[in-house]
């Protein structure tokens, strides 16, 4: 489970090749953009315990599932998406008042 602030990843192409270059450019203003997007979920999330799924990011986004996929990947969770615990809550507290449910 992941907790606020979350980071999505980057390119780092630095090489020569114009094309690329402007790709990761892209690719990094996406991300940016995600990570804005996904923290700013995390920061209002009142549940203790809350799943997010790619599909509804991208829906919400407006970028393709594979992007969001590709580049959230990295933000522990699984093939669909991550669960995050509320911020200020430890996971055992999460897990106690979601338990309390």
Known sequence: MVTHPIHVKRSNYRGADPKKRQKAA??????AELESYINELLRNQSEPIQVYLYYQIAAKTGYPEATVRDLCFVIDGGHNGFTAIKPGLTYEQAMEQNGAR
């Open 26 to 31: 892209e690719q990094n203003r996406i991300a």
